[in-house]
């Protein structure tokens, strides 16, 4: 379990949430947009299901390196809009120790 939560705080060092991003947009559209800061390890644009043609307009972002999540961050959040998009989208750090919970909680159901 230790493990587990030490892999959760290292994968929130450099992961960033996103949210506000219209229901059309892919996971190359956020890696695209995305990877101007750095290298991006994994995008996670979070669905219905697995096979829905349509997002829920958030996920998260990991990329190699804290800096580069920091500089999307800065750049990004509550300034970038998507085409068609009403508002600005949002993008935070991940908290770690939701992350930690969240894959605690999962492993006991």
């Known amino acids: 379990m230790e493990n587990q939560r030490a892999c959760c705080r290292h994968e929130g060092a450099a992961t960033v949430f996103f949210a506000r991003c219209p229901p059309v947009t892919t996971e190359e559209q956020v890696h695209k947009l995305f990877s101007q800061f750095g290298h991006v390890e994994e995008v996670n644009l979070y669905r219905r299901w697995q096979s829905a043609k349509t997002s829920k307009g958030c996920g ?7 800096s580069a999540a920091a500089a999307a961050l800065e750049a990004l959040n509550n300034k970038h809009m998507f085409e068609n998009s009403e508002a600005p989208m949002v993008v935070e750090w991940i908290d770690p120790a939701r992350v930690a919970n969240r894959h605690h909680s999962q492993g006991n159901a």
């Open 60 to 66: 998260f972002v990991r990329f190699s390196e804290r």
